[in-house]
Nanobody, 124 residues
Framework: QVQLVESGGGLVQAGDSLRLSCAAS????????MAWFRQAPGKEREFVAA????????YYNDYVKGRFTISRDNAKNTVYLEMSSLKPEDTAVYYC?????????????????WGQGTQVTVSS
């Protein structure tokens, strides 16, 4: 069992940076792939970024590639999402997700554990 708690969201201006954190409880963190998804009002939840469990291979949605960076610290049971050059269209609730696997999938239905989400609002 893994519990995930996101933090770090807030209101920023376009062009600003923000770092989201996702703290995981439980002993299985090192065996889980981790991902960030986001959901804007009236839209489906979409994949943002993911990271493998051991060799830290990373995967990104084309919309955020080059602006967002996902990383993990297995000693702290935490995954991060560094976001830079934020745009108003990045406004959404950002969710952390995990599953026991070696390679992270990119569809929400394949993830077992979810955090409660953290709101990111980017003003123009």
């Amino acid at each position: 069992q893994v519990q995930l708690v996101e933090s770090g969201g807030g209101l920023v201006q376009a062009g600003d940076s923000l770092r989201l954190s996702c703290a995981a409880s439980g002993r299985d963190f090192r065996t889980h792939v981790m991902a960030w998804f986001r959901q804007a009002p009236g839209k489906e939840r979409e994949f943002v970024a993911a990271i493998s469990r051991s060799d830290s291979r990373t995967y990104y949605n084309d919309y955020v590639k080059g602006r967002f960076t996902i990383s993990r610290d297995n000693a702290k049971n935490t995954v991060y999402l560094e976001m830079s050059s934020l745009k108003p269209e990045d406004t959404a609730v950002y969710y952390c997700a995990s599953r026991y696997d070696s390679t992270p999938p990119t569809t929400p239905l394949e993830y077992v554990y979810w955090g409660q989400g953290t709101q990111v609002t980017v003003s123009s």
